[in-house]
């Protein structure tokens, strides 16, 4: 856990020089005004009306903020709307019928171009199919699918009908699968025959066969079938071809539901502290609205523009970035298939080069790796379309921070890297792109109307430039509202930390820890469960990581805590290296070295390992907590939610040479 250090205090904080946004930039942003802050802070929670005008309501609300059951807060919760309407149907009337709205890029090169009328077309339909299946409002379905364009037109033809989604990333497991659809008492699944993982064809039905076959309840299941020839299947009891379900229902119109603002929108499951995966709730009128309005006010999205969040619609920046947000401001989302280096390195480049990309939305762990394969890639292509940049899903330290800047945004594009949860359901922390000054290594201060902290164990908000615990002081629109395994375990993961609730008084706790500058910037140190103790002192893993992926040649690192007699734990490093660095000791030395200057022996790794790869997720985090075991000669845990596994065993056997 994270203290507050002397020997912390006195440290350089680990961000670059900072830059202005580019004037070309400021003069077209959708938010220029700095006096935006104090109007949000003087006006608040009145201010995030400005984020529910951007939406169509069908009753508008009276009340923003009621506050009187917390934390169980209620934002607009007497307006009513409809998400798919919002997110479709109104920029129909709006006239722009034949305006581009998904952009599908597949794996294999095909292309797919939905118009705002197609959407309309396909969500109406498939909202008929699904009622006729006896999907009832409130009813959960489970969308178990690639990034194929299927997936967000199931889960709007869900919105349109009241009925919550529950999407489960189409890379986990069967037993994933199950573990989720039976926590959310789901009897409707929407699947596929499979998909292409690198060439080949993957099958993920049967995954979905087996999930089914290990749930008590009946499963009535949707089969998209992606593959054709590829990968015939046969469809069995309670299974329904979703082309055939399209045909069916051809031409049918089905009224979008009016929603309570409170009524749940989708579940999406997340990893917790106890290894049950947490079913974050989120509802329509809050999450739609924060959703929105942080697409147009830190991402800086215009109906005009062609906007690529390269997520995936699995996760909650998919759900929030690639489908919610830029619907609502009805712009047109580029949607991508498949990876970064398939076929070749020049992918994404190529892609947005090809669809003129005005804003490109990215993870640290994809900006690591670009840098690795060197900036030859995109130098092949014009990427002189694009406007702005933007970072999410782990912390970025400046070295990539400048090459994203420099290299893709030809220093022309601001860069928001932006700090937020599935529980806060959209972007909290960011700097506001068209306003505010960008610090390399630092996401940035709280957005307007948000009320992040950091603080001490004691719940008391440290002094600028130390370290603590990531908090949130105020309620915000798109809050996880509970979670769908009970209110108790809700305050537990969350409130029990930092709240008194006698005096009612409440603090939302992330489980990040972060430290805060004079002028209130914040940078995200990690997990607290990311920190290690070297000699009674405390460090953070990835303040050390940042240390060496600031050396030249070194790719990616993380760095973990291995258990030794004499210090308590030791700082034990793994590091890939750029193409055409050897692993010699020129690069062992300036990491050392490096890691000196920027926090001081104490944080002097005892070993550095290098290896070609680290072990990711599927999602792109590194699995520090297996490189951890690995260090500390443990017995390995489950491997199963790895995407590269066979590196364990490479970085075991190096280790056994030695
Ligand atoms: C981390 C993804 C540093 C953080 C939207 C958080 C970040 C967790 C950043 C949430 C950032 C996300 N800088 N760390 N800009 N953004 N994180 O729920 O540890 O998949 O708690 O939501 O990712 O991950 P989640």
Redesign the pocket.
């Known amino acids: 856990m994270v203290d507050r250090n002397e020997w912390e205090r006195d440290r350089p904080v680990l961000t670059g020089s900072p830059r202005r946004p580019p004037p070309s930039f400021v003069e077209q942003a959708n938010v220029t005004d700095p006096g935006i802050y104090d109007e949000f802070e003087e006006n608040w929670p009145e201010c995030w009306e400005r984020a529910a005008d951007l939406l169509s309501w069908d009753q508008s609300y009276e009340t923003v903020l009621r506050e009187e059951d917390a934390p169980f807060y209620q934002w607009f919760p007497d307006g009513k709307l409809n998400a798919a309407k919002n997110c479709v149907d109104r920029h129909l009337e709006s006239g722009r019928k034949t305006h581009t709205a998904i952009r599908w890029e597949g794996k294999h090169g095909e292309r797919q171009t939905y118009t705002y009328r197609d959407l309309y077309v396909a969500i109406n339909e498939f909202a008929a199919a699904l009622r006729a299946l006896g999907v009832e409002e409130d009813d959960v379905v489970t969308i178990y699918l690639p990034m194929i364009p299927e997936l967000p037109i199931a889960m709007l033809s869900c919105a349109r009908i009241g009925a919550p989604h529950n999407v489960v990333f189409a890379g986990l497991s069967a037993d994933a699968l199950a573990t989720r659809m039976d926590a959310a008492d789901s009897e409707y699944l929407v699947t596929c025959d499979g998909y292409y993982r690198r060439g080949d064809a993957f099958n993920q039905k049967s995954k979905a066969d087996n999930a089914r076959l290990k749930l008590e309840q009946d499963v009535s299941t949707v089969v998209v079938d992606r593959l054709g020839d590829d990968l015939p299947h046969v469809l069995g009891d309670d299974e329904c071809d979703y082309h055939e379900l399209r045909e069916t229902f051809a031409g049918e119109l089905v009224d979008p539901v009016p929603r309570d603002a409170e009524d749940m929108l989708f579940v999406m499951y ?1 990893s917790g502290t106890t290894g049950e995966p947490k079913g974050v709730v989120h509802t329509t009128g809050g999450y739609l609205a924060h959703a929105t309005w942080t697409s147009h006010a830190v991402l800086d999205v215009k109906p005009e523009d062609t906007y690529w969040c390269a997520a995936d619609i699995g ?3 998919g759900h929030s970035y690639i489908v919610y947000g830029p619907l609502a401001l009805g712009t047109t989302t580029v949607m991508y298939e498949g990876t970064p280096d398939y076929p070749d390195r020049d992918r994404l480049w190529e892609i947005v080069d090809r669809n003129a990309v005005d804003i490109f939305y990215t993870a ?1 762990t994809a900006i690591r790796a670009f840098m690795k394969w060197g900036s030859e890639y995109p130098a092949g292509y014009d990427l002189s379309s694009l406007r702005l940049l933007g ?6 330290s400046p070295r990539p921070w400048n090459w994203y800047y420099e290299h893709i945004g030809n220093e022309t594009c601001p860069v928001v ?8 359901g959209a972007v909290t ?2 700097t506001l792109p068209g306003v505010s000054e960008m610090k390399p290594g630092a ?1 940035g201060p709280s957005l307007p109307g948000m009320d992040v902290r950091v603080v001490d164990s004691s719940g008391t908000e440290v002094d600028p430039g130390d370290s603590g615990y ?1 908090t949130i002081a105020r309620p915000w629109p798109g809050m996880v509202r509970t979670l769908y395994d009970g209110d108790e375990r809700f305050r537990a993961e969350y409130w029990d930390q930092f709240s008194d609730p006698e005096s009612d008084d409440w603090h939302y706790f ?3 820890a972060a430290r805060i500058d004079e002028d209130g910037y914040i940078t ?1 140190l ?2 607290v469960d990311d920190v290690i103790n070297v000699s009674g002192r405390r460090l953070s893993t990835t303040e050390v990581e940042s240390a060496i992926t600031g050396v030249a040649g070194v790719a990616e690192a993380a760095v973990v805590g291995r258990s030794s007699e004499t210090n308590g734990t030791d700082v034990y490093a793994y590091v890939s290296t750029e193409g055409g660095y050897d692993d010699g000791t020129a690069v062992r030395e300036a990491i050392i070295d490096n890691i000196e200057t920027a926090i001081g022996p104490i944080a002097r790794p005892t070993k550095v390992q290098f290896t070609p790869e680290l072990p990711k997720t599927r ?1 792109g ?1 590194i699995m520090r907590r297996l490189l951890e075991d690995v260090a500390n000669g443990e017995e390995l845990g489950d491997t199963s939610a790895l995407r590269n596994p066979e590196i364990i065993g490479e970085i075991q056997a190096e280790l056994d040479e030695e």
């Not at 890297?417 to 806060?424: F, K, L, V």
Request: hydrophobic share 30%; no cysteine.
């Open positions: 997340t996760w909650i920046t640290p970072t999410v899903g782990e912390p970025i890297d932006t700090w937020w949860q599935t529980e806060t922390v960011s996401a990531l992330s489980g990040d995200v990690g997990r999602s985090k």
